[in-house]
């Protein structure tokens, strides 16, 4: 299989665009947990999306690549995504159920199962 299925194409642009607003939401996070004292001392805390959206990005980005630099799909950051209803970030979550919904069909897994050969 050499061309890239439509799921895995739209998994990535959606997972791109998650990453975009984690890292700027992790952002506002942040330097709005700064005002306040407590804020500062659960920074650790308040960047855990922005940390998130590097790592989407960079996920995304690879899978975006021609060829593509990843051989797998990675279930961990969809559960992240999923995870980030903590911090009230409704797209990311919705992204993330749809990531695990497109990496559980068939067309998804014989794409990743022709690229590791």
Do not use: H, R
């Not at 306040?36 to 805390?45: D, E, H, M, T, V």
């Amino acid at each position: 299989m050499t061309e890239k299925p439509i799921k895995v194409q739209t998994m990535a642009i959606l997972v791109l665009v998650s990453g975009i607003l984690n890292v700027i939401w992790g952002g506002i996070l942040a330097l709005g947990g700064m005002i306040s004292i407590i804020g500062i001392l659960c920074a650790p805390i308040l960047i855990l999306p922005m940390v998130l959206g590097v790592f989407e990005l960079i996920y995304a980005l690879n899978l975006l690549a021609d060829p593509p630099k990843v051989k797998k799909p990675y279930q961990a950051i969809a559960i992240l995504e999923i995870c980030n209803i903590i911090f009230l970030n409704i797209f990311s979550v919705v992204v993330g159920i749809l990531s695990l919904i497109f990496i559980s069909e068939e067309e998804v897994k014989d794409y990743f199962a022709s690229l590791e050969g």
